[in-house]
């Protein structure tokens, strides 16, 4: 499956990018966002881990114009963000499919992270993983997964 991750720390994309290639995703890394709106337009990924803090256009700028575009309305968009939880219920009425804080990632510890959140995203079964994430209804109406990872409702 082909994933566009847009993430301006050449680390983290890194990593974001060999776990994601392990599980046999294709992955397009972009840092900037002016480059991510192309590049979804160009390569018409299935999901897109779209960070907030971006140089050339930020994350919820990019956000709106994917979601505002024909051509990539229909991408799930998880955001990827180092900012509080308190943004979660703004991205997600935006149109984000999923919200994951950078600080909750740990893909030393636990690789599988973004992968379960692209597998809850787009409704595939989580095959061969113990840990699948199981959708659970906060106060704000979004769904809390077991992946640490926040979806709008009715996408988990």
Known sequence: MKV???EDSRFLRAAIERSLAKVGHTVIGISDGREALQSARNSEPA?????MMLPGLDGVCVLN???QDASTSHIPVIVLTGLSQKNEAKLVKAGAA???EKSSLDLGKNPDTMVQAIACVL???NEGHDTAPQATSDSEGANKTAAGVAT????A
Do not use: F
């Open 98 to 100: 999923a919200y994951i």
């Open 65 to 67: 114009a994917l979601k």
């Open 47 to 51: 999901v897109i881990l779209l960070d």
């Open 152 to 155: 709008s409702e009715g996408t």
């Open 123 to 125: 409704g595939i079964p």
């Open 4 to 6: 566009l991750l847009v």
